[in-house]
């Protein structure tokens, strides 16, 4: 069964080279606390645009995973968030939940499918992140597994992604 959620909450130096913008909104209230009245601000971000990097027309953003950075491509026609060998090293997995076969745009592949705790862009963190890797895998490819929890939009004349929670 798959637990996700959704956490919003302070980004790296790194993250924020990349960050272009944050709309951000919140809740405000109050708190008694014996006989006491305290004002409560709750900060939410509403959504963060990021430049990404375009290398032959692919986007290529900075992520953490599990606290380590890396870089990413932008990947909407993948089911799950896809790692490379070198990542699955630094990262230290060991074991894999399940295997499957998936069908690419090179055909079909045998993937190799693991968790990991933590996927942060910029002030977005989502945590247990289905993650796959298939021998074939060359790059890391930021898909579904985590895309899903967001609406988001490119702007092709800016260079920016623009990310906001559903």
Request: aromatic content about 10%; glycine content about 10%; some cysteine.
């Amino acid at each position: 069964m798959e637990k996700q959620a959704l956490l919003i909450s302070q980004q790296s130096e790194k993250e924020k080279s990349q960050l272009v913008s944050t709309v951000g909104g919140g809740y405000s209230g109050y708190v008694e606390i014996n006989g006491k009245r305290h004002s409560v601000y709750e900060p939410a971000v509403m959504s963060q645009t990021f430049k990404y990097r375009s290398v032959n027309n692919v986007k290529h953003l900075d992520v953490e995973i599990n606290g380590m950075p890396f870089e990413v491509i932008l990947d909407t026609g993948a089911s799950y968030v896809a790692l490379n060998s070198d990542a699955i090293r630094k990262l230290g997995v060991k074991e894999f939940v399940g295997t499957g076969v998936h069908h690419t745009a090179n055909g079909d592949v045998k993937v190799n499918y693991f968790y990991v705790s933590s996927l942060r862009l910029g002030s977005f963190e989502v945590k247990d992140v289905k993650c796959g890797n298939s021998p074939s895998n060359v790059h890391n490819l930021l898909g579904g597994s985590f895309l899903k929890h967001f609406d988001y939009s490119i702007n092709e004349s800016s260079g920016t992604i623009t990310f906001t929670p559903k």
